[in-house]
Every structure is written in structure tokens, then in C-alpha cells.
């Protein structure tokens, strides 16, 4: 009798610890299944040197989307033409108390610079080590932000003399990178901006980006102008107007004007926008542009 019940208890401690594995299995495989339902517009995509990809049809993005449409389209009138350093593959652009900063990306050349916006010329630079590849850039409280593209860490420098302050990290992507006052405002190629707590970097939100109800992917350098959300569109000479409230388009700026075609040949796409809202002054630039632009943004007459 004795013989029997050691053997029923063995069986009931067997019998619970598959039970226990099973639910175990369970429950990661629906944990999983919700993280991938929660966010089904994240896709990681990639965000390679346009030189090592096929280049898309010219058509500007807002071309696609809205011309038979309700979204206005708005171009840019040149007040001014600023030198720019041709080599630098501009990922980010940003004012801070009238300086101007910029993010320079490729492995083994990336930079965090100030760059007089007067006369273009490069004030300070620090070279990147070159297992990064450096996107976005923003200044908040005396503080520069970098984002790198793949490696899943951005830096944290003094803006006065560039030195490394900490590193936090990030999953996906990093591209585009802002300051509304509140959150900073991170893109990473997709159609999803990640509102951050400015201390933590931690995400408090999702704001997802449409225009006419079709998901706007590739969002890429961004700025903060007079309470919208600027986003320049990776690839294409379109930015996009967005409402902060609802991530809906509520304009596209066609850019496709200045560059001449000469200077294009020469030069990779558009990807710098900087606003300075002490003077009112937008800059626009791109990758390995000789040129910055100070414009004035204005309605599109309709041909």
C-alpha cells in the first residue's frame, strides 16, 4: 500500500510539472501574439545610403496621395542661399539658442557638428566612432541628442563642448529626432513617432501618421514649427505638415525646386530641417548638399 501511494505521488508531481510547462508555453506564446497585435504598423525597415539602393520614380510622395484630395500643397520660396559642406551626409538639423547643430551619418564618417548659419561654415566637429552610423540630433536644456541608425544607442553630449555626458538606448531603428517643449519626438522609418519622456527617453506614446487615412511611412528628419510636426519623407522632396494632435497630414511642402539639375547630380536627397523661432527662420538642407536655404514656405498656385 505504502509502494502504491509513492507511486501515485510521483505520478501527480509529473502530471503538475507538464501542466505547469504547458502553461508556461501558453502564456509566452499569447504574450507574444499581443506585443505583435499591439503595434501591427511597426515594421523595422531599411534605412540604407540611397547610393547602395535603387532610387524611386522622382514623383514627390504628396503626388501620390493627395492631389485629387483635401491636403493642401504648399512651396518654398528662397530668401536666402548659405553655404554647406558637401561632404556632410546631413541626417539631422537643429536651432538651439540661435546655434545651429547637425548630425552627419555613414559608417566612418559620421559627426555631431555646430556649424555657423551664417556662412555655413563648421565651428565645431566630433568625429564618431565608426561602428556607428549617426541620424538624428536635437538640444534640449543644454543637452545635445544623437540617435544612431541600427545600433540601438543614441548619446548624450554637453552642447557646449561636445563632451559624452551617457548613452541610452532604443529598440528598432533611430532616424529623426525633435522637441516639442513636452516629448521628444523620435521617427524610425516607419509611419510610428515615438513621443519620449525628455528625462527617462523612455516612450509615453505612439503617435501614427496619415494623410487622407493612408499610413505615411519613411518619416524621417523631423522639427517642431509653430506647434506642428514637420517630417521630412526619406527619398522624396515632400514634407510633410503634421497635426500633433492626430498625426493626420494637414499639408505637404514640395521642395523639388531647389536644387538645379546639375546641383542634384552632384548631391543625395533632401533631409534638414531647423527652425529657429526666436528670428522665424527655416533652414532646409540634405545629404552632401553644397547648399543651406533659408525659405519661406507659401501655398502652391494650382497650374
Known amino acids: 500500500m505504502k509502494l502504491l501511494r509513492t507511486h501515485a505521488a510521483k505520478v501527480s508531481l509529473s502530471i503538475g510539472a507538464v501542466g505547469i510547462l504547458l502553461i508556461g508555453v501558453l502564456g509566452q506564446h499569447i504574450v507574444q501574439r499581443c506585443a505583435q497585435s499591439s503595434d501591427t504598423s511597426y515594421q523595422p525597415t531599411h534605412h540604407l545610403d540611397s547610393t ?16 485629387t484630395m483635401s491636403i493642401p500643397v504648399y512651396t518654398v520660396e528662397v530668401l536666402r542661399t548659405i ?9 539631422g538639423l537643429a536651432f538651439s539658442e540661435g ?7 555613414q559608417y566612418g564618417a559620421s559627426s ?4 555657423d548659419p551664417e556662412t555655413g561654415k563648421v565651428l565645431k566637429k566630433l568625429v564618431i566612432d565608426e561602428a556607428y552610423f549617426a541620424e538624428g540630433v536635437v538640444v534640449v536644456q543644454g ?16 552642447a557646449k563642448t561636445f563632451r559624452q555626458l551617457r548613452t541610452f538606448s ?13 516629448h521628444m519626438i523620435m521617427s524610425d522609418g516607419t509611419s510610428g513617432l515615438r513621443l519620449l519622456d525628455p528625462d527617462s527617453l523612455m516612450v509615453r ?4 501618421v496619415t494623410a487622407n487615412g493612408v499610413p505615411v511611412k519613411n518619416l524621417n528628419e523631423l522639427e517642431v514649427v509653430k506647434g506642428e510636426i514637420w517630417a521630412n519623407v526619406w527619398q522624396t522632396d515632400s ?3 503634421i497635426s500633433p494632435l492626430t498625426g493626420h497630414v494637414i499639408g505637404w511642402i514640395d521642395c523639388s525646386g531647389l536644387l538645379t539639375p546639375e546641383e542634384r547630380s552632384r548631391a543625395d536627397v533632401l533631409n534638414g530641417i531647423a527652425y529657429n523661432s526666436a528670428k522665424d527662420i527655416i533652414l532646409l538642407t540634405g545629404k552632401n548638399w553644397s547648399k543651406m536655404f533659408e525659405v519661406r514656405v507659401k501655398i502652391k498656385e494650382k497650374m
Request: hydrophobic share 30%.
Open 52 to 67: 547602395r539602393v535603387t532610387q524611386p520614380h522622382p514623383t514627390t510622395y504628396h503626388s501620390r496621395i493627395s492631389d
Open 112 to 115: 555631431l557638428r555646430k556649424v
Open 99 to 105: 546655434e545651429l547643430y547637425e548630425s552627419t551619418g
Open 170 to 182: 532604443y529598440f528598432g531603428e533611430g532616424w529623426g529626432l525633435t522637441y516639442d517643449g513636452e
Open 83 to 91: 553655404p554647406h559642406d558637401a561632404q556632410a551626409f546631413t541626417q
Open 239 to 241: 514634407i510633410a505638415r
Open 143 to 158: 543637452k545635445v541628442y544623437q540617435l544612431t541608425w541600427q545600433s540601438g544607442i543614441g548619446f548624450v553630449y554637453d
Open 205 to 208: 506614446k505612439m503617435l501614427y
